[in-house]
């Protein structure tokens, strides 16, 4: 069984965010283990410089990149990634099981991005739109795509 492992910085504060989480974790059972694992945003100051940005993504990017399994296939999800349709990332995944890729990893940053590491380490930059969405959502959004996308290849009714 494959697994998906979800990377993020930051931690969901509402309940109905943890609750689309909750469930799509638990729909994802039925065809992969699929976990969360969210790293502590370095806190800034209100308007911090641009070295202290750089400094807090890499402290971030240390965290991030100690959570990625040797051997697993990445994806970063960043503005200035490519747009991919549902279809494609089902295609995307399955290719990546036949292929030996056992672990599938996503990685969400915080609001300022991904440290130059992180993204020099992923195998894809993914982005959902050029516009903005808060980080609670995205991470809704990717596990709802990830739930599509195994959907579309067990070929249920789930995706139209």
């Known amino acids: 069984m494959q697994r998906v492992k979800i990377i993020c910085v930051g931690k969901l ?12 974790l638990k729909r994802l059972n039925a065809f992969c283990k699929a976990e969360i694992k969210e790293i502590a945003e370095v806190r800034l100051p209100d308007n911090p410089s641009p070295a202290q940005i750089e400094e ?14 040797a051997g ?13 349709s549902s279809e494609a990332l089902a295609r995307q995944i399955a290719e990546l ?7 599938v990893v996503f990685i969400i ?15 894809c930059a993914l982005s959902f739109s050029k516009m903005t969405f808060p980080h609670q959502l995205a991470r809704v959004m990717l596990l709802e ?16």
Request: hydrophobic letters at 30%; aromatic letters at 12%; a positive charge.
């Open 13 to 24: 504060k509402e309940r109905y965010w943890s609750a689309a989480v909750e469930e799509y």
């Open 109 to 123: 940053g915080s609001s300022f991005g991904l440290a130059r590491s992180v993204k020099q380490r992923g195998d």
């Open 145 to 160: 795509q990830i739930y599509r996308a195994f959907s579309i290849e067990a070929g249920t009714k789930y995706h139209k």
């Open 56 to 69: 807090g993504l890499q402290k971030e990017g240390q965290k991030i990149l100690a959570e990625i399994p």
């Open 72 to 84: 697993a296939y990445t994806y970063c999800l960043q503005v200035e990634g490519k747009q991919c």
């Open 97 to 103: 099981a036949v292929a030996g890729k056992s672990t």
